[in-house]
């Protein structure tokens, strides 16, 4: 906090931040009616507190959480924020796999934030002591969305929130909306590289599956949760069944035809009524971006931004190569 300048008033600011948001979370009951069903093993979400600079790339993030490890994007998870006329609802953002609230939202969430949208960010998933998160049980991490959306519902005075989630952030989501009695909380949901009806890993999930014990070999080098998200797993198929959208909310999907881990690409899609599906290839050919890229990507970004309030204009398209943020995601990885 000392590399700050004006180190002083900040350090105060973050300190009764942060005094507030453990009274907030000890005082506030939950609203959604998950809490008397809440499962074994269940642990309270993270909510990071430390406000850190806007970032431009997933590199420049992670570089970045090397020595923060509390980095909140710039503009999230102020507990004071009062949503306006403009933009009644708080937009609650959800991580993807193996990530965390700053690694993913570093440039999306002060993006919002400039917009007058109250942003929120929490980090789900996570183990004891973790540096990383969305790496633990989808199903769990789907309550510790619900616990936060309460508190964001109770921090803000808001009647709703928007959800959005990249990569399993909007399995989690979901699951929370569609089974877990959260759809009367949520006006919109977006799924940023959802992966809808999982994915086949380019045809390895077929041939792992008639492999006994290929799965849980696999879990035990990545993850519980990236088994979860496979095309035809439990979890997945338990979030479909019966309709993988509810009344009341409004889902839109934004996907890549050459996102790298969701295959195939109509996976991403939702089937159910209401849904709005969009690739960003048929509004923007020439962006190529992959599922890496899809938060750090401009024109995502500014897609996204038109979603959430529709008088923004759609963004302009640019050029991006084919595997752009690859690099990033694998020098993150092993940092």
Sequence with gaps: MAQWNGARNWCFSQWRQAALIVGAVAATAWSSGVAGAVPVGYRPPEMPAASAPAQQTRQDASTYLRSHDDAVPLGANDIGCVPGV??????????????????????????????????????????????????????????????????????????????????????????????????????????????????????????????????????????????QQAQGSPVITDLNAGGDTVPGVRYVTVGSRVDEMIQPFGNIALRGEGARNIAVQDRCPEDLTGHFQMVYDPYVRGLLRHLLDPTIPEPACHTVDLGTGIPEVIIGAHS
């Design 86 to 227: 403009r933009h009644p609802r708080p937009v609650v953002l959800a991580h993807g796999t193996d990530s965390s609230a700053y690694a993913d939202w570093a440039a999306i969430a002060p993006d919002l934030a400039a917009d007058g949208f109250c942003v929120f960010a929490l980090n789900y998933g996570g183990r004891p002591g973790a540096e990383r998160f969305g790496t633990e049980d989808v199903v769990l991490s789907a309550y510790q969305v619900g616990e936060f959306v309460d508190q964001v519902l109770a921090w803000t005075g808001a009647q709703k929130v928007d959800l959005v989630g990249f990569s399993q952030g909007a399995t989690v989501t979901r699951y929370y909306v569609n089974k877990l009695g959260g759809a009367g909380n949520v006006d919109l949901w977006v799924g940023l590289a959802s992966p809808s009806y999982g994915g086949d890993m380019y045809g390895l999930v077929p041939i792992a599956e008639s492999i006994p014990g290929a799965l849980q070999a696999f879990a035990a080098v990545t993850s519980v949760a990236v088994v």
